[in-house]
């Protein structure tokens, strides 16, 4: 059973260039979680979402991030007009409908230049 | 509102001697409580979970946790530290309220390094 995946596992963007990052959870897993690491820092919460739902994204900056786990394909974070403030590693995570835990995926690290 | 406290940033161990890693939770509900581990640019790895079970709880590679209400404290034990112990430790709660997963919320994390 493969693990969670993303990709690209590094990305790099010059100011003002949009991000994608995209989260292939774990098969059978219907929840799909965002997380932010900035440097020296623990993981931020950003947004959690089942198939074509958002259920909650009180974590997501109000302008530039939004997030889509469409009903066919990986989940997408999508950061437009990226800043340099923007780089960080950011992680998805999975877990199953009713499930406690999440496992997450090995991170993609996006460097703003 | 949930919380998570690591009281130590950096633990400094001899290999073969205990690890003891810290963690205070704060929560208004009967949480989940979680220890990740995260080797250097690699994704993280759940060590261990508390869900309202038994109280001491054992994960993998010999890492222990023991829940203890009164104090809220969640701390992480192993008997005898080995190099490859050597990472960051996160401790994690979470509230779900209707038996599913919800956000995580992560401590400042604390750096594990194991001395030859």
């Known amino acids: 059973n493969a693990g969670v995946m993303q990709n690209p596992r590094h990305l790099v963007r010059r100011r003002g260039q949009e991000a994608r990052l995209r989260c292939s959870p774990m098969?059978?897993?219907?929840?799909v979680y965002w997380y932010r690491q900035l440097p020296e820092e623990g993981l931020k919460f950003m947004v959690y979402?089942?198939?074509?739902?958002?259920?909650?994204e009180s974590g997501m900056p109000k302008e530039r991030f939004s997030a889509e786990f469409p009903k066919e394909g990986p989940s997408i974070l999508r950061i437009q007009q990226v800043v340099r403030g923007d780089s960080a590693a950011y992680f998805c995570?999975?877990?199953?409908?009713?499930?406690?835990?999440?496992?997450f995926g090995p991170g993609t690290r996006l460097t703003v230049t | 509102a949930q919380s998570v406290t690591q009281l130590d940033s950096h633990v400094s161990v001899s290999e073969g001697t205990p690890v003891l890693l810290r963690c205070n939770y704060s929560?208004?509900?009967?949480?989940?409580l979680f220890w990740y581990v995260q080797h250097p640019n690699k994704g993280l790895q759940l060590l261990l979970k508390?869900?309202?079970?038994?109280?001491l709880v054992k994960g993998i590679n010999g890492f222990e946790a023991e829940f203890k209400k009164s104090e809220t404290s969640f701390h992480l034990t192993k008997p005898s530290a080995h190099m490859s112990d050597a990472a960051e430790y996160f401790c994690?709660?979470?509230?779900?309220?209707?038996?599913?997963?919800?956000?995580?919320?992560f401590g400042s994390g604390t750096q594990l390094t194991v001395l030859p």
């Open positions: 995570a999975s877990s199953p409908l009713g499930g406690s835990e999440q496992y």
């Open positions: 098969k059978g897993h219907s929840h």
């Open positions: 979402l089942q198939k074509e739902n958002i259920i909650d």
């Open positions: 929560s208004s509900y009967s949480p989940s």
């Open positions: 508390y869900t309202s079970a038994a109280t």
């Open positions: 994690v709660v979470s509230e779900p309220r209707d038996g599913s997963a919800r956000q995580l919320t």
